[in-house]
């Protein structure tokens, strides 16, 4: 692919006319992946004459000349990249799995040019060593500091052959990381468990009906498919009575990536550990690990591992408790088998109705999507003053839904779009991402020129050569807060037509989870882009999100939206006591499945040298030395754990929703303590110190100045059931 296309006119390509849509939405209904590459390439060539023009300033470096210039600069770049990578895992297809290929190394070479840049990297050093005398406010520090800190850590103080060796490194970890995410999806969009009328024991009706949706996108119309959805294959391990046929999904799911076919991507993870590795060294660190948390809020390796080794052993103990119970139950019923990971969902269910008299199905039929969306967004107007109204705009797919976010005196603060639904052409799994982030600098429109065009320039047709020098100067564009377009995507099961959507206790907590990092990136309050919202450190970023978690089960929303889909009767009082009498059933094996995924992370990117890596033998021994039961298996598996390999943003870190949920438990203590979930001056200083404050200050110290404190691990353990007065 040839970035830039052969003289196309701007006008015939949505991405490089003005977006003037309602909000600055992108024009998404016309978009089609022949138009990124020309897009992608005007776009890199606005960046590389801006940074061009940074780097050869001729007055002396000073903030608005080179920090605040570089913070208003590669905004083309940015809104094609956002559009492009919202697709490329919500909505993609062959075509745009193509463009993506292209595109992933070449964002990391730009990525090299901009900070292994010797001129750049001069001026941002010249600055930091004079910050203590250029009398910048704080959060003019803190950029610079978060600037300088990005140019070390990407080799712009290393030598010139260590620098050409880090960025063959990322542009090959940009291609692989690619290739890993495209296996998997392929893996999952190729498997489909075609039910046949003798296979459904035990599957109850929501099941039922999820599975003939997903027939009916399958192809198989009339018949019931499981796919490798988490949404549809496990409330199949949960119920189906059908003990060979969870064998055989459950061999499926947890061998996504290890087909030994052309999706593979054993060696894939191989080649990015060993990569990763010689990264750091090259770096001056002794591990990939050592780099990574370096910048984390954990700082160490040690610290990480006190965290995992204290919950594993607590973990682990309750979790050889659970399975004990479970192969009871099995020799109770007649069984004469050893429990084994696909029989784990299904004998904790029946356990669960027979010691809480609670099942799943009395469950989902309180917990409609549609009233669910509203909860998230009636507890969002009760802690931060925020409404929701529905906006009917064009998206990139008929199942995207709009709501325009205003503040308590009725101001514009964003646009939110939820994605909720699974399908082939999305990545598994749920995140959150943006169309747009928030920062206050530059007009609104001009933050949203049309790509090509730095310093308002008219655009020239790819290739075209022009006089005019493209020499930024942003001098037109007075301050103004730019405002956000945030994007939840989740996945769960799609009723067929007219029916509702109905979720697990589990699906409603992801939803709330998702929701919280929209408001992080909702919220946000700063003036700099590169401190906006969620750009925090990994081991942070969770804690708005999982905290927000916790509302969900506050009884008054409960009461007021789990209402039964048909009836419209709120949930009764017996069964809410029950759900939350749930709280930490099965929390043994469900932290044993994190924690473990954690740890095996933390020991493949803690080698120092991962040459010749066997990948199924180290997962194997690492495994080993934890003393996995054998009954549970990781969350997520190397040769599909997405977190670390499809991009990598949380390689080396996955323990970061632990260490996040440490803060979280004790973060809604300041409620509890106030004896309300939502007491207007405990939310006000959330806000103002968590999700509105993006990355103004270290995490630690935005931390104490919510709670006065840092945490310590006994509320997650309290929380979780696993201190030592839990009951088993």
């Known amino acids: ?224 498919v499981i796919t490798l959805s988490r949404s549809s294959i496990e409330p199949f391990l949960q119920f189906s009575a059908r003990r060979d046929l969870r064998e055989k999904a459950h061999h499926a799911w947890t061998m996504r990536g290890e087909s030994g076919g052309a999706t593979d991507n054993r060696k894939i993870v191989a080649e990015m550990a060993a990569l990763r590795a010689e990264r750091a060294k090259l770096l001056g660190y002794a591990s990939f690990a050592d780099y990574r948390l370096d910048d984390e809020m954990a700082k160490t390796p040690g610290a990480v591992r006190e965290l995992l080794d204290n919950v594993w052993s607590r973990a682990h103990a309750r979790a ?49 999507l549609d009233r669910m969306i509203e909860a998230v967004f009636e507890t969002a107007r009760r802690l931060f003053g925020l409404t929701f109204g529905p906006v009917k705009v064009p998206l990139y797919h008929p199942d995207v839904r709009a709501w325009e976010v205003k503040d308590e005196r009725g101001q514009h603060v964003g646009l939110f779009l939820g994605d909720y639904f699974a399908r082939e052409s999305k990545h598994s799994g749920a995140w959150m991402t943006s169309l747009r982030d928030q920062q206050k600098l530059g007009r609104n429109q001009a933050e949203w020129v049309p790509v090509g065009r730095p310093n308002c320039a008219p655009i020239q047709e790819a290739g075209a050569q022009s006089d005019a020098k493209p020499v930024p100067t942003f001098a037109d564009r007075a301050p103004v807060d730019i405002r956000p377009i945030i994007v939840n995507v989740m996945n769960f099961s799609k009723p067929q037509p007219g029916q509702a959507a109905l979720l697990s206790f589990d699906d409603a907590r992801t939803l709330f989870h998702e929701f919280g990092h929209a408001l992080h990136g909702l919220l946000s309050n700063v003036t700099y882009p590169l401190l906006a919202g969620t750009a925090v450190s990994s081991d942070f970023v969770e804690l708005p999100s999982q905290l927000y978690e916790h509302w969900l089960e506050v009884p ?79 969350r997520h598996r190397l040769s599909h754990f997405q977190h670390l390999f499809s991009g990598g943003g949380y390689a080396a870190a996955y323990y970061s929703y632990l260490w996040s949920e440490v803060l979280d438990a004790d973060a809604f203590l300041a409620f509890e303590e106030k004896g309300d979930a939502f007491d207007p001056e405990t939310a006000r200083r959330l806000r103002d110190t968590i999700y509105s404050a993006g990355n103004l200050r270290d995490p630690a110290e935005a931390y104490k100045a919510f709670r006065g404190r840092l945490p310590t691990v006994d509320a997650l353990l309290k929380k979780r059931g696993l201190d030592d007065s839990a009951a088993a």
């Open 320 to 368: 050889e408790r659970e399975r004990d119970e479970l192969q009871s139950m099995i020799r109770t019923e007649g069984g004469n088998f050893a429990l084994a990971p696909w029989d784990w969902r299904y004998y904790a269910e029946k356990l669960r109705k027979q010691r809480f008299d609670l099942d799943e199905t009395e469950i989902k039929p309180y917990f409609q």
């Open 1 to 224: 692919m040839k970035l830039g296309g052969s003289a196309e006119k701007a006008g015939s390509n949505p991405l490089l006319r003005e977006w003037t849509g309602s909000f600055g939405l992108p024009p998404l209904a016309e978009l089609k992946p022949e138009h990124f590459p020309p897009a992608f390439g005007h776009a890199l060539a606005a960046h590389r004459a801006e940074i061009a023009a940074i780097a050869g300033e001729p007055a002396a470096p000073g903030f608005d000349n080179t920090a605040a210039t570089m913070e208003r600069s590669g905004a083309a770049l940015t809104r094609v990249s956002n559009v492009f990578f919202v697709l490329a895992g919500a909505h993609t297809n062959a075509a745009l799995e193509a463009v993506e290929r292209d595109v992933a190394p070449m964002l990391a070479r730009h990525n090299d040019e901009i900070y292994l840049n010797a001129a750049l990297f001069r001026r941002f050093d010249d600055l930091y060593r004079r910050r203590a005398s250029l009398k910048l406010t704080a959060e003019q520090c803190r950029v610079l500091e978060r600037y300088h800190t990005q140019f070390v850590r990407a080799g712009a103080a290393a030598g010139p052959a260590a620098q050409r060796r880090l960025a063959e490194i990322n542009e090959r970890l940009a291609s692989l990381g690619t290739a890993f995410g495209q296996n998997v999806l392929a893996d999952e969009k190729g498997y489909a468990l075609v039910l046949e009328q003798g296979d459904l024991a035990g599957l109850p009706d929501f099941v039922l009906a999820a599975a003939r949706a997903a027939a009916e996108e399958r192809s198989f119309p009339g018949k019931h």
């Open 556 to 634: 008054e929303i409960l009461k007021t939206y789990a209402r039964h889909y048909r009836t419209g009767q709120p949930m009764p009082q017996a069964l809410l006591d029950k759900i939350l009498a749930t709280r930490t059933f099965n929390q043994g094996c469900a932290m044993v499945e994190y924690t473990s995924s954690a740890v095996v992370d933390l020991d493949l990117h803690s080698l120092t040298d991962a040459a010749g890596l066997d990948v199924t033998t180290f997962e194997r021994e690492s495994l080993s030395r934890l003393n996995m039961p054998e009954e549970i298996i990781m």
